[in-house]
């Protein structure tokens, strides 16, 4: 429990003259009478602020009994406010997420569950187009194929978050939506868990992604991600997908070689060609063969000229909208390729490297544009202005422009 919030106010209190008052002498104060100790409780904060939203949420549709029933004698979580607060930075690179992501053991138990499925994910991808291997991904990297659901009831946490979190109006937003799920009937409030942040079910939709993107499609009238049958859940996942741009028979991505003369300025920008404009590059499969037919493809070197390589798919931009960031993306794509029969990738990491903290990145940032090398701010992300001047930096040096934010680079600068 957080220490609580003292206040000591003692009555009556001396008046205040304003600025231009003649000065007087001081009064003597008059005896203390009473001395009235009020106590501030997160407990009691909550209690306030569940008060205070209760018109906010009747005037976004949320009917009186719904409120009452989901928000009376609501309690504190604390131990959501400590994961919130105390969320390590995530400085893990890529070839150790992957390792943990697309693990022999999560291809097994994808193979396992595919198997188990096959019938129901046959469905979803005749009806949506998204494969089964890619779905069956996705479920395997957000909760183990359904065995990390998540307990903590979902009501309670984005209540917590919203009056005590970082980003409350997030959070209350998602708690109207999750407040309209219990008023749909298609979850009862002893059923309604999730992860600590709101998250839900076996694909860990939150509340405003469920309300979206979520259906029934095993026809029973409720859109159940939470239960042990996984249908409506995997099938929420392809729609969630297919509204997200999904391209049927489309890789996700391929992992490719590059020459040795390669313009490493055409990686990371944005540049999208057709495969057999990349072939005339010098690129070519990862197994040595020619590049399947794309219209539009770009060039991803997650870890520089010393890692792998992808070209990159419009079906790259549509997991991302389920998880923004490149690793994560990469994982699910990678993993579905792998529950496919696929081989693990091909080139190697260089596991010699760290991640840069956030810190770092920031003194990286500061660094380059000291030394003339603009990133038009410092804000600890490596986006598109970062890489111009790490490249810019690096072509000064001699060094691969490759764009890769490293310790080494850092140290060159410092």
Do not use: C
Request: net charge negative; proline share 6%.
């Amino acid at each position: 429990m957080r220490a609580a919030i003292l206040s000591l106010s003692l009555l009556p209190g001396p008046a205040l003259a304003g600025p231009a008052a003649m000065p007087q002498p001081a009064p003597e104060p008059p005896p203390v009478t009473e001395a009235i100790l009020t106590i501030s409780s997160p407990q009691s904060g909550l209690d306030q602020w569940v008060t205070a939203f209760r018109p906010r949420a009747l005037a976004a549709g949320i009917a009186p009994a719904t409120f009452d029933r989901a928000l009376n004698g609501i309690r504190y979580n604390e131990s959501v406010i400590e994961k919130d607060r105390n969320q390590a930075e995530f400085t893990r690179t890529l070839w150790d997420y992957l390792d943990s992501a697309v693990s022999d053991r999560r291809v097994e138990n994808g193979q396992i569950a595919l198997a188990q499925h096959r019938t129901t994910l046959d469905r979803l991808e005749a009806t949506y187009g998204v494969p089964a291997e890619v779905v069956t991904a996705i479920w395997g990297l957000e909760s183990s194929y359904g065995a990390n659901r998540g307990d903590i009831p979902v009501i309670e946490a984005l209540a917590t978050l919203a009056h005590d979190g970082r980003r409350g109006a997030f959070f209350e937003a998602q708690l109207i939506d999750a407040l309209r799920i219990l008023q749909s009937g298609d979850i009862g409030p002893d059923a309604f868990t999730g992860s600590w942040a709101g998250a839900m079910g076996h694909t860990q939709f939150i509340p405003s992604s469920y309300q979206s993107f979520a259906v029934d499609f095993n026809g029973d009238g409720r859109r159940d991600i939470w239960s042990d049958d996984p249908t409506d859940a995997l099938a929420s996942t392809a729609a969630y997908l297919a509204r997200s741009g999904w391209q049927k028979g489309l890789p996700w991505g391929i992992e490719v070689t590059l020459p040795t003369d390669f313009d490493y300025g055409l990686a990371g920008t944005g540049t999208a060609m057709s495969s057999a404009d990349w072939a005339t590059l010098g690129l070519r499969d990862a197994t040595g063969g020619n590049l399947p037919d794309l219209d539009r493809a770009e060039l991803l070197l997650p870890a520089g000229a010393r890692g792998a390589a992808f070209l990159i798919t419009a079906n790259f931009r549509a997991i991302e909208r389920y998880n923004a960031a490149d690793a994560y993306v990469i994982a699910v794509g990678h993993l579905s390729d792998r529950l496919a029969g696929g081989p693990p990738i091909r080139a190697a990491w260089p596991r010699e490297d760290r991640a840069l903290t956030g810190a770092e990145r920031r003194e990286l940032q500061e660094r380059l544009t000291a030394a003339g090398f603009d990133t038009k701010g410092v804000d600890g992300k490596i986006g598109p202005n970062t890489l111009a001047a790490l490249r810019a930096f690096q072509r000064s040096v001699g060094m691969v422009p490759d764009g890769y934010a490293s310790l080494d680079i850092l140290k060159r600068l410092r």
